[in-house]
C-alpha cells in the first residue's frame, strides 16, 4: 500500500464555513477513492499527540488549541502516487501562495486556519493514518 495512500483532516475553519463538501468533491474529481473517514472533534490531548513531531516548535501550542476547537473530517485516500498529488491538490500552506485552483487557494483562511492537512511522506500517511483508523476500518 506504500505510496498509494495519504492521510488527509479538514480542519475545524472548513468545516465550520460549510467547505467540508465542496472539500470532499475536489478530492473525488481528483481521482481519489476514499478508503476511510470519519467525524470527530479531537480533544487537546490528541491533537498533541498527533501533531507531536511539533512539540518543540513555537506554535505547538496554537496549533493544538486550534485542532481541537472544533470538528474535524479525517480520512484516508487511495489513489497512485497519493502523497504527492494530494499535496499538490492542497497547495502551498499559505494560502496567498498556492496555486489557483488548489484547496488551500479556494477554502483556507490563513497560514494557520489551512482548511486540509495532508502528509508529507509515505511513511507519515502510513503513521498518520493509523493515529486516527485501524486496518478494520479501511475499505
Not at 470532499?24 to 467525524?39: C, P, S
Not at 490531548?45 to 493544538?64: I, S, W
Request: glycine share 6%.
Amino acid at each position: 500500500m506504500t505510496g498509494n495512500i495519504t492521510f488527509t483532516m479538514i480542519k475545524p475553519d472548513a468545516i465550520e464555513a460549510n467547505n467540508a463538501g465542496p472539500i470532499l468533491a475536489m478530492i473525488n474529481k481528483a481521482g481519489f477513492r476514499i478508503v476511510a473517514m470519519k467525524y470527530m472533534k479531537l480533544s487537546k490531548d490528541q491533537a498533541g499527540e498527533f501533531y507531536a513531531v511539533h512539540k518543540e516548535r513555537p506554535f505547538y501550542g496554537e496549533l493544538t488549541e486550534y485542532m481541537s476547537s472544533g470538528p474535524i473530517i479525517a480520512a484516508v485516500l487511495e489513489k497512485e502516487n497519493a502523497v504527492a498529488d494530494y499535496r499538490k491538490l492542497i497547495g502551498a500552506t499559505d494560502p496567498s501562495k498556492a496555486e489557483e485552483g488548489t484547496i488551500r487557494r479556494l477554502f483556507a483562511k490563513s497560514i494557520a486556519a489551512n482548511a486540509v492537512h495532508g502528509s508529507d511522506s509515505d511513511e507519515n500517511a502510513e503513521i498518520e493514518s493509523s493515529f486516527f483508523f485501524s486496518r478494520l476500518e479501511r475499505f
